[in-house]
T-cell receptor, first 117, second 115 residues
Framework: GAVVSQHPSWVICKSGTSVKIECRSLDFQATTMFWYRQFPKQSLMLMATSNEGSKATYEQGVEKDKFLINHASLTLSTLTVTSAHPEDSSFYICSADPGSGRAGTQYFGPGTRLLVL | GESVGLHLPTLSVQEGDNSIINCAYS??????FIWYKQESGKGPQFIID?????DKRQGQRVTVLLNKTVKHLSLQIAATQPGDSAVYFC??????????????FGGGTRLMVKP
């Protein structure tokens, strides 16, 4: 149990294109989902916290108009990278909190690698 | 182009030896800690966790030690196997507060197991 999927796994796009990444909790409901970005040989950096039915909370330095997050249901959150540029190329990872009551529990997706040409 | 960032510290061990991976955390208010394993091109995988009211917890072949005095966490892997080769991250959580279930990740350590 506690499986999180992401789609797509890989995406290559031209500069200026918008890219949508989906994060789904397959066998549990997640009131909170998190979006991380990971550059090569670096750690995961939290971008935003997404709560179902409300606006996402963005970390300092993350442009909310560039990284649009929608969490319309308890099993799906989407991250849209608008007008992507080469510097947005990264590994994007989502995680989902099942709300089990144990603080800090997050199940991670497999990640989406974005390459902007 | 590729962004220039920190290079992960690397721990190289012989197959069958024990591995110890260390992590320093900064927030004395953190009360829950998790170790994750990340293989190349994949998301983090939960290994073991520990709460701040404990100083040691054991799992299968893994042990986590917590020293709150010096804010230090370590992951010990017994009889390291080639399949243990990955990057290992510690993460900390401040429990129930305005940050909710947010995790803050450490820089990571690459473990390389030599056959």
């Amino acid at each position: 149990g506690a499986v999180v999927s992401q789609h797509p796994s890989w995406v290559i796009c031209k500069s200026g294109t918008s890219v949508k990444i989906e994060c789904r909790s397959l066998d549990f409901q997640a009131t909170t989902m998190f979006w991380y970005r990971q550059f090569p040989k670096q750690s995961l950096m939290l971008m935003a916290t997404s709560n179902e039915g409300s606006k996402a909370t963005y970390e300092q330095g993350v442009e909310k108009d560039k990284f649009l997050i929608n969490h319309a249901s308890l099993t799906l959150s989407t991250l849209t990278v608008t007008s992507a540029h080469p510097e947005d190329s990264s590994f994007y990872i989502c995680s989902a909190d099942p709300g089990s009551g144990r603080a800090g529990t997050q199940y991670f997706g497999p990640g989406t690698r974005l390459l902007v040409l | 182009g590729e962004s220039v960032g920190l290079h992960l510290p690397t721990l190289s061990v012989q197959e069958g030896d024990n591995s110890i991976i260390n992590c320093a955390y900064s927030n004395s208010a953190s009360d829950y800690f998790i170790w994750y394993k990340q293989e190349s091109g994949k998301g983090p995988q939960f290994i073991i966790d520990i709460r701040s009211n404990m100083d040691k917890r054991q799992g299968q072949r893994v042990t986590v030690l917590l020293n709150k005095t010096v804010k230090h966490l370590s992951l010990q892997i017994a009889a390291t196997q080639p399949g243990d080769s990955a990057v290992y991250f510690c993460a900390e959580n401040i429990g129930n507060n305005n940050a909710g279930n947010m995790l803050t990740f450490g820089g990571g350590t690459r473990l390389m197991v030599k056959p």
